[in-house]
């Protein structure tokens, strides 16, 4: 029999772990343990075989030479960078870990502790099961993990029950698909080539964005209302068709609760009210309300970045109603779709909380105001921060109270990573973990139907270890002896399918089944009934009364736009969108994603550059009170005048002035879920010496600050 060097390549199945909605099937080539090829699964039946750019690339980060292989332990400043640590053992890691985290609960009770994690992986085995299991079992302060979704899932919740709607599968039967808030062609790729499909029936797309993206580009039809106002768009195209005659009342009495209360608020919102509101042409508006009103089915596909403002919610609430008023879920391709979701039937809840083991009731912190919770907000406050699937330097708002926070001298702060971010420069422990093919993992999805099984088929490099071991060996050292924390990584995903019509069994040997038991190409909600106590949906929710929040949807106005003193110093207001070649902050750091990205740049219409004396690529300081980034100017008309963009997700350590678009961006709440509101923003832009671009990011030879006041 041959060596293991002897045989030849083998390609494995296995799933995208990244924070997207179409979570792809991909087959890698494994060759002597270690990957040397990667494709899409060309039979799964949404992705297709078809990788993004930005994944088309992942072997770069899973062979990188900058991986991390051993653990770290700090010796220097905290925000020096790699400097300021020494290699260590597993063994003096885990026991400085284990001595840190005992320092915050004897001193100051386990809820001074907070784990921060997110969707750097969306698996659920080494995301959502072993760490945020041990953190309940200690009592730990629970992470309301609000950063992406929050608005959204509570909209969806309150109207529909759950985040349900559309099979995204039929959009093929749309007449008329109107992609609101989204931009697939960046973000949610395998859905477009069923809208294209769709087109080729004759189907009409309309895209409603306030910048041209490169979807809305290639739209039938550009809507660009301000950054927002999508509820005053949605209440005036909901008054547009109630008035033509097309609200589908039969259907309506039948299947939802609150028209009556929902049309006497219509009577406030005519055509030409939402239009102003806007800043769009009564025309435009009333066009579009001609269109859904005579188009069945008509598909609205409800992106997630309109739901980064202070009215977020009730946002998307507004436009979730309007294909309730039209009827459109009776139809396959009608409807509206944020998130599939709710249709998913694994659930982690049990699984972080096993029967039997003690998980003392604790705070809610949530994640979206670290910065705050950093600095002064929690009570008591948070002395130990353990960091995993997540990069809170470069993604959460206020970056620099954040920065702040993370350089506190009584904060210990433990990071898992793959590799050297923003936020390990502030790491006391920094834990080297695997990447996707090193480790077991289920992935669901929030754009699909379908669950996918990853299984371990690479070497690991150097010491790296699952997230999961890592949580087992900090219990052991913890003392935690529940055998809830001897469980395999087989063991969670069989407990996390316990609820599945699929056994682990049978999902490894298919690797990805279909669990929602929605049919492909069906109307899930053709028959009224929705994931409601009474299987109504809600066009007016009481229960949203109890949290201050208006039991109909209507329209809360962005806070930062509409302030009048704050537009006289800072006149533009700040989207800041994702890019093509970066997913959240994954990616910035490798040659070819940032090659391919670019340094950034904040996008100016001509006549917002031209009031400024600037020009295509002059260097510019973006400011307002609360920080500042340097970026090159692009000047085009992929946005209006009065509106700036640039992209999310580089890396402060990589960019010019060692700050980014987070520096600018405010700790403040949306309406519905604790949501942040990234683009609820207002900036100046001013002209730097060009060298200021060009210079090499300093060194940051920052002391530790104090701690807060207590």
């Not at 332990?73 to 005992?102: C, F, H, M, N, Q």
């Not at 797309?205 to 927002?228: C, K, N």
């Not at 909600?525 to 106590?533: C, E, L, N, S």
Request: aromatic share 6%.
């Amino acid at each position: 029999m041959g060596s293991i060097r002897d045989m030849a390549p083998v390609t494995h199945p296995g799933a995208c772990p990244l924070d997207c909605p179409d979570t792809c099937v991909w087959q890698l080539t494994v060759d002597d343990g270690r990957a040397v090829a990667l494709r899409g699964d060309r039979d799964h039946p949404f992705t297709r075989g078809a990788l993004c750019g930005k994944v088309n690339r992942y072997l770069d980060a899973v062979n990188g030479p900058d991986r991390l292989t051993t653990p770290w332990i700090r010796t220097g400043p905290k925000g020096v960078g790699r400097v300021a640590y020494r290699p260590a053992s597993w063994a003096e890691a885990i026991d400085r870990v284990a001595a840190g985290l005992r320092a915050s609960i004897d001193r100051d009770g386990p809820e001074s502790v907070l784990p921060y994690y997110f969707a750097g992986t969306m698996g659920l085995v080494q995301g959502w099961t072993m760490g945020p299991r041990l953190f309940a079992h200690l009592g730990a302060s629970r992470l309301d993990t609000t950063i992406c979704t929050a608005a959204a899932n509570a909209a969806t919740r309150s109207i529909y029950g759950r985040s349900v709607g559309f099979e995204p599968e039929s959009v093929v039967d749309a007449r008329l698909i109107v992609l609101w808030g989204a931009n697939p062609l960046v973000t949610n790729l395998h859905q477009w080539p069923f809208v294209q499909q769709a087109r080729e029936r004759g189907a009409y797309v309309v895209t409603i964005d306030p910048l041209r993206t490169d979807t809305a580009a290639r739209s039938d039809e550009h809507v660009a209302p301000l950054p927002g106002t999508d509820a005053a768009l949605a209440l005036g195209l909901m008054r547009h068709v109630r008035d033509a005659g097309a609200a589908d009342e039969p259907w309506l009495a039948a299947h939802t609760v609150g028209w009556a209360e929902l049309s006497a608020r219509l009577d406030e919102w005519p055509v030409e009210r939402a239009a102003a509101e806007c800043g769009l042409p009564v025309d435009v508006v009333r066009r579009l309300g001609d269109r859904i009103a005579t188009t069945r089915p008509t598909a609205i596909r409800v992106g997630l970045g309109l739901q980064r403002h202070a009215g977020a919610g009730q946002a998307i609430r507004a436009i979730c109603a309007l294909p309730l008023v039209t009827g459109d879920f009776r139809y396959p391709g009608g409807g509206a779709l944020v998130t599939t979701s709710g249709h998913h039937v694994v659930d982690n809840g049990p699984v972080i909380r096993p029967a039997g083991m003690p998980a003392p009731p604790a705070r809610s912190v949530n994640m979206s105001r670290l910065a705050a919770v950093l600095t002064g907000e929690a009570d008591p406050p948070v002395t130990s921060l353990v960091v995993f699937n997540a990069n809170p330097a470069a993604t959460a708002p206020d970056q620099i109270r954040l920065l702040a926070g993370l350089r506190r001298a009584d904060l210990f702060t433990v990071v898992l990573e793959q590799r050297w971010t923003d936020t390990c420069d502030h790491a006391d422990v920094v834990l080297p973990a695997t990447m996707q093919p090193e480790h077991l993992d289920l992935q669901t999805s929030y754009g699909h139907h379908y669950t996918t099984l990853n299984l371990p088929v690479t070497r690991a490099p150097g010491e790296a270890l699952p997230n999961t071991e890592i949580f087992r060996r900090i219990a052991a050292a913890l003392g935690v002896d529940h055998p809830a924390f001897r469980d395999s990584d087989e063991d969670l995903a069989r407990q996390l399918l316990a609820g599945a019509p699929i056994t682990f069994e049978e999902l490894r040997e298919r690797t990805y089944a279909r669990l929602t038991g929605v049919p492909v190409g069906s109307a899930p909600f053709a028959d009224g009934v929705f994931p409601t106590p009474d299987g109504r949906a809600r066009l007016h929710d009481p229960t949203l009364a109890r949290l201050g929040v208006d039991p109909l949807p209507g329209y809360t106005p962005p806070v930062e736009a509409g302030d009048a003193d704050l537009a006289r110093r800072f006149p533009l207001l700040l989207l800041a969108p994702a890019g093509r070649y970066l997913m959240n902050s994954t990616f910035a750091s490798l040659p070819w994603h940032a090659r391919r990205a670019g340094p950034p740049r904040v996008h100016l219409h001509p006549a917002d550059a031209a009031a400024r004396g600037l020009a295509d690529g002059d260097a510019v300081r973006v400011r307002n009170d609360r920080g500042a980034f340097l970026a090159a100017v692009a000047v085009d008309e992929a946005t209006r005048p009065g509106l700036a963009f640039t992209y999310k997700a580089y890396w402060a350590r990589s960019s010019p002035g060692r700050s980014t678009v987070n520096a600018v961006t405010a700790v403040r709440d949306a309406d519905l879920g604790g949501a942040p509101t990234f683009h609820d923003c207002r900036v100046e832009v001013e002209p730097v010496p060009a060298e200021l671009l060009a210079t090499e990011p300093p060194a940051d030879h920052v002391a530790d600050v104090p701690a807060p006041a207590r």
